[in-house]
């Protein structure tokens, strides 16, 4: 219980807005933070839908509102997924060598000129998607936030990591069997309910489209796949950096893929 308890602070201490923790990050205090991640993504899900509710009352025009979408599930996580898309993205553009890539993501703390195009390009493509997102495809989008930290949580306790000098993601994987495959179920329980219940929303739009729940989830498990793809391939395994990478870029893609289900005739 005592490991327990000090995972929950980590996970939202690391991954989240709140007071930084003094608990060092170990496998004692850490071997269960993937178990809570996914619920910083709950908090975000519930601000946005209570943010769907509010806005339409409180603004006049779609840039604001587009703006707090794309903008607010980063302040409350703290940017720490940002950071990991802004060094996995200034890997990728540096086109060296797998050794000097997992340098970038580890030490280099100078960012290069294609990672902030990148960036900027990738805020201003969610304020564009949020700006033209009908309300409706914001109480089923909002669950990407768990689904994309659930997909990052089994990704480290599954998948092969990346020789990362001081990487210390590996204390985030409990050394029992049992243990790791727990905490795989419970997120597999996390992705399950929020699809279950994206479908079930989207199912009770005047005009039922529960096409708009599964083209986010198909977005999702793409995205997945390609996060895979590009670790293995430049970093020969996923890291810290690169699980950032991949939530930023899920919770992009889920919006796009809803809005494209919304404008299909289909």
């Known amino acids: 219980m ?11 201490s690391g991954y989240s807005i709140s007071p930084k923790s003094s608990l060092e990050r170990n496998k004692e205090n850490c071997g269960f933070i993937l178990t809570f991640i996914p619920l910083i993504g709950a908090v975000i899900c519930i601000l946005i839908n209570r943010w769907a509710v509010l806005y339409p009352y409180a603004c006049d025009f779609a840039v604001l509102p587009a703006v707090v979408g794309a903008v607010v599930p980063t302040i409350l996580s703290g940017g720490v997924h940002l950071d990991g898309f802004f060094r996995t993205t200034d890997a990728l553009s540096s086109h060296k060598s797998t050794e000097e890539k997992l340098k970038i993501l580890s030490v280099d703390a100078h960012g290069g000129y294609s990672a902030i195009i990148v960036c900027v390009c990738t805020f201003l493509i969610a304020v564009g998607i949020w700006s033209e997102m009908p309300i409706d495809g914001i109480f089923v989008i909002a669950f990407g936030y768990v689904i994309s930290r659930a997909l990052y949580s089994i990704s480290v306790l599954t998948v092969k990591h990346a020789p990362v000098q001081g990487s ?11 243990a790791r495959w727990v905490q795989v179920i419970i997120n597999v329980l996390y992705i399950v309910l929020s699809a279950v219940l994206m479908i079930q929303i989207a199912g009770t739009y005047s005009v039922p489209r529960p096409s708009v729940a599964i083209a986010s989830l198909a977005g999702a498990a793409i995205t997945y796949v390609y996060y895979l793809i590009v670790s293995f391939k430049n970093f020969g395994g996923i890291t810290e950096e690169t699980g950032g990478f991949f939530v930023v870029l899920c ?4 919006p796009i893929a809803a809005l494209a289900a919304f404008k299909s005739p289909f």
């Not at 005592?2 to 939202?12: D, H, L, P, Q, W």
């Not at 210390?168 to 049992?178: C, G, T």
């Open 251 to 254: 919770e992009v893609i889920i």
């Open 168 to 178: 210390k993601i590996a204390n985030y994987v409990p050394d029992s069997n049992a």
């Open 2 to 12: 005592k490991t327990i308890g000090r995972s929950f602070v980590m996970a939202f």
